[in-house]
T-cell receptor, first 116, second 111 residues
Framework: ETGVTQTPRHLVMGMTNKKSLKCEQH?????MYWYKQSAKKPLELMFV???????ENNSVPSRFSPECPNSSHLFLHLHTLQPEDSALYLC???????????????FGPGTRLTVL | GIQVEQSPPDLILQEGANSTLRCNFS?????LQWFHQNPWGQLINLFY???GTKQNGRLSATTVATERYSLLYISSSQTTDSGVYFC?????????????FGTGTRLKVLA
């Protein structure tokens, strides 16, 4: 599946580092999402951008900072992370209307993050 | 909030066997998706199925929204079917762009 790409695929960082995760979707969608998948846990929604506006911030710590410069690109800026932030970070996109029914989401391959 | 439960949590099959995975949800939903997460972490869309039955090759899915469950059938399983299967629901009352994921069924198919 090349509709949603993510870079880097693997990242190891120290707690004092600053890094960014990048997501790009080639599906012409207008909504993009960041999810976190920790070991033995369900996927947790972190952020939602719809029509480039952040519409959801699921109580995520401020050391995670999203940026959506346009409807095709989504970044997750990381700063002073903790070892418990080590996880698989997944990006997704969908085409949303203004109604309450949400459409099919498509996922990127994920970035596996390790915080030392 | 809505609860999404999947069963069984773990399943081991011999190649060629059939299986049924179940997703129960505690409240009404607009939509439901089934995904297969391969060993490299990629989530692959299987079905987008708010209600009714769909088939795609050896896989089929049925959602009975009024009874709040969905089933994923895998026939003639292959080793490449191994991985984790997730259902995700779009709650009717959420009002936000939030799919809620179940905890998954981990499937291992033995050659």
């Amino acid at each position: 599946e090349t509709g949603v790409t993510q870079t880097p695929r693997h990242l190891v960082m120290g707690m004092t580092n600053k890094k960014s995760l990048k997501c790009e979707q080639h599906l012409g969608h207008n909504a993009m999402y960041w999810y976190k998948q920790s070991a033995k846990k369900p996927l947790e929604l972190m952020f939602v951008y719809n029509f480039k506006e952040q519409t959801e911030n699921n109580s995520v710590p401020s050391r995670f900072s999203p940026e959506c410069p346009n409807s095709s690109h989504l970044f997750l800026h990381l700063h002073t992370l903790q070892p418990e932030d080590s996880a698989l970070y997944l990006c997704a996109s969908s085409q949303e209307g203004r109604g309450a029914v949400h459409n099919e989401q498509f996922f990127g391959p994920g970035t596996r993050l390790t915080v030392l | 909030g809505i609860q999404v439960e999947q069963s069984p949590p773990d399943l081991i099959l011999q190649e060629g066997a059939n299986s049924t995975l179940r997703c129960n949800f505690s409240d009404s939903v607009n939509n439901l998706q089934w995904f297969h997460q391969n060993p490299w972490g990629q989530l692959i869309n299987l079905f987008y199925i708010p209600s009714g039955t769909k088939q795609n090759g050896r896989l089929s899915a049925t959602t009975v929204a009024t009874e709040r469950y969905s089933l994923l059938y895998i026939s003639s399983s292959q080793t490449t079917d191994s991985g984790v299967y997730f259902c995700a629901v779009d709650p009717l009352t959420s009002g936000t762009y939030k799919y809620i994921f179940g905890t998954g069924t981990r499937l291992k198919v033995l050659a």
